[in-house]
């Protein structure tokens, strides 16, 4: 009878699951990569667009404006009381 040395065999097995193992993750990362190519390719991100800062004067102008109308409304409601 020959002798099976289980060591050596189980080292085998070992060796070529995580090899296995390594070669789908190599394969899956690699496909991962071409997916977000092909992503940036035909669907680019659009840049976003940076809001301008309203100017001072502008903020001064729609603050009377505001203003005004409070003014108007609640004359308004005064003559109407």
Do not use: W
């Not at 789908?24 to 071409?34: D, H, M």
């Not at 840049?47 to 502008?58: A, E, L, Q, S, V």
Request: aromatic share 8%; charged share 20%; hydrophobic share 50%.
């Amino acid at each position: 009878m020959t002798e099976v040395n289980y060591i050596v065999e189980a080292l085998k097995f070992m060796v070529l699951g995580m090899g296995v193992v390594f070669l789908f993750l190599i394969v899956l990362v690699q496909l991962i990569k071409l997916q977000a190519s092909l992503i940036q390719k035909y669907f680019p991100e659009k840049t976003p667009i940076t809001p301008t800062m309203p100017k001072i004067g502008d903020d001064i102008e729609e603050e009377q404006r505001r203003v005004a109308a409070i003014i108007a409304a609640i004359s308004e409601y005064s003559k109407n009381k």
